[in-house]
């Protein structure tokens, strides 16, 4: 079945570099996104990689595709305050067309100043 | 207009009550999507209408009875709730027309019931 996986929590210092890694186990995954979740409110789509790119970058933010590991991680440089969120990693899966998203249980990031 | 608005933002609801939710998007998705999300969870997925119909329901209660009545549109109609249907109610969309799509998420409405 299909499954996501992410640490929980990181916690990084203003200026620093963060990485959140996922990793997921159904191979015929599409699109994976990073969703950013500020405390209560919606999901908003940070960006996303296609399954045959390996690295996509969208200004501070580069995200980082292993096919082969199934692993899928997102850089965010220059980390501000204003990035202290949750932020869950997501897979497409295409099962029946209905193009469905799996959510992992999401990384708490903290930004210390 | 690139928004899912979602109302009301927040609902407190007796078990007896009768509610609804509503979901609006005009960018001309034609899938949208009810979650569910408890805190500190990840979302979780309840109903998928597609073409303004109904078609996955996540073996979901039936005190949750979803509706779309056009493109535009998708209710929530909440009934005899239990105090641990508590939770942030997602809805999504997306266009559904090509294979490079995004699912466009509102900001939820967060339901408390007593």
């Known amino acids: 079945g299909e499954d996501v996986e992410q640490s929980l929590f990181l916690s990084v210092r203003e200026g620093d570099s963060s990485v959140i890694n996922c990793t997921y186990t159904d191979s015929s995954s599409t699109y994976l996104y990073w969703y950013k979740q500020e405390p209560g409110a919606g999901l908003q789509l940070l960006t996303y990689?296609?399954?045959?790119?390996d690295m996509k970058q969208d200004q501070r933010l580069t995200v980082l595709l292993n096919k082969k590991d199934k692993h899928l991680s997102l850089r965010i440089a220059d980390t501000q305050t204003g990035d202290s969120a949750i932020y869950f990693c997501a897979e497409r899966v295409d099962g029946g067309s209905q193009g469905n998203l799996i959510f992992g249980k999401g990384t708490k990031l903290s930004v210390k100043p | 207009d690139t928004e899912v608005t979602q109302t009301p933002k927040h609902l407190v609801m007796g078990m007896t009550n009768k509610k609804s939710l509503k979901c609006e998007q005009h960018?001309?998705?034609?899938?949208m999507y009810w979650y569910k999300q408890k805190a500190k969870k990840p979302p979780e997925l309840m109903f998928v209408?597609?073409?303004?119909?109904?078609?996955i329901n996540e073996s979901v209660p039936s005190r949750f009875s979803p509706e779309c009545p056009n493109s535009s549109l998708l209710n929530l109609h909440l009934h005899a709730l239990q105090p641990e249907d508590s939770a942030l109610y997602l809805c999504?969309?997306?266009?559904?027309?090509?294979?490079?799509?995004?699912?466009?998420f509102g900001s939820g409405t967060q339901l408390s019931v007593l």
């Open positions: 990689i296609f399954s045959n790119m």
């Open positions: 999504a969309s997306r266009r559904q027309r090509s294979i490079n799509e995004k699912l466009f």
């Open positions: 960018m001309g998705h034609r899938a």
């Open positions: 209408y597609s073409y303004e119909k109904l078609s």
